[in-house]
C-alpha cells in the first residue's frame, strides 16, 4: 500500500487554505481560552459578527493586512516563517504554527538570534552542531562577538579539533553557529 | 444494529500525515459506518476545512474546542470525539491502539451527522459507543496496528 501525499499536495491554494486555517484556529483557541465573544471582537475590528465568522469559516479569503488586524485585535503579534523541511515536493503538509511558536517559547521568547541559547546547521568539517547544548555564557572560550570581528569569511575554516564548543555568528544570515566536537 | 455479515475495515484518513502521538482513521463496510461515505461526498471546501480540523488534531492540539473535542464530562461517552466544520459532524471514538506506544491515541471516525442544535444528539454518541464495543472493530483496528512481535518492542 503506498503512502499517500498529503492533501495540500493537490496545490497552492490547498496549502494557502491549510495555512490560513491554522491561522484561524490560532484566533479561535485564544477567544475560547480568554472568554471573548466574537461580536466582542467584532466591535474591537468595527466589523460585524457576521464578518467575524465569515472569515473565521473561510479564513483563505483573508488578505495579510486581515491577519495582521485580528492578531492586534486579540492582543498579538504574527510572524510569517519560512522553513525547509526536507519536503521539497509538499508530500506530508505544512509544519503547524504551533511548532514554531512553541519553539520560540521554549527558547525563551528572544527578541533576536542574539537570544537563541543555541543554533543550527553544520554537517562539515567533521563537526557537528549541538542545538540549544551550550550557550554562550557557559563558554570559557571567546565571546561569539570577538570571534565574528576576527573572522573574515564563513564558515570558517576549521581544521583542528575543538577543544571546547565555539560560536560563530555568520553577519550574513544573522545565524549563529556552535561548532563542537562531533 | 443488525447483525454484521459484512467485513468490517479500518484505513487512516487518506491524505493526513499521521504524527507520533495521534492519528485518524475510517470504519468502513456497514451502511451505518457512513463517516466515510459521507467524507468522500464532501465539496471540496468542506473537503479541505475537515482535513485542517483532523490534520490540527493529529498534530497535537486539543482545541479549538469548535473544531473538535470529546466528551470528559459524560462518563458514558468519555471515549467519543466530534470533529466539526458548520453544520457537518464526524463522530467517533479514541483509542489506544499500539501497546508499545500507550499514549499513543487513535481517533475512529465511524458517524457522520448534519446539525444545526448547539446540543449533541446522544443517539450518534450512542451509536459511536457500540462500535467502540464491537469485536469487529477491534479486529479493523488492529490490522492496521498489528500488536508488536516479541522482541521488537524497543527496536
Redesign the interface.
Known sequence: MGK????T?RGDD?FA??IA??FA?QI??I???EGIERKVLAEKMRVTPGRVSQVL??PASMNLRTVVKYSRAVNKKVAIVTYDDGDKNNE??PI?A??FSGAWEQAGCPTSLFGLAGASLIGSYGFVVSQGSYTEHSLKGIPASEETQRLQDFPPQIEQTLEQPMIVFNPKSQEKVIYAQA | MPPVPVTITFRLVPGIRMSSGRAVGFLEGHPDLNAAPAYKSFSQKVSDSMNVRIQRWTDGHDGPKGWFHGFPNRKEFKECFVFKYKEHRLYGFLCNPKKEAPAFRLCVLTTHDTKFEWETDDSNLKEVELWRKHLVSLAAIKYVFPEPKKGLLHG
Open positions: 499517500s501525499k498529503h492533501w499536495n490547498a487554505h491549510a486555517s491554522d484556529a479561535e483557541t477567544l475560547e481560552e469559516n473561510n506530508n503538509g503547524d504551533g511548532v
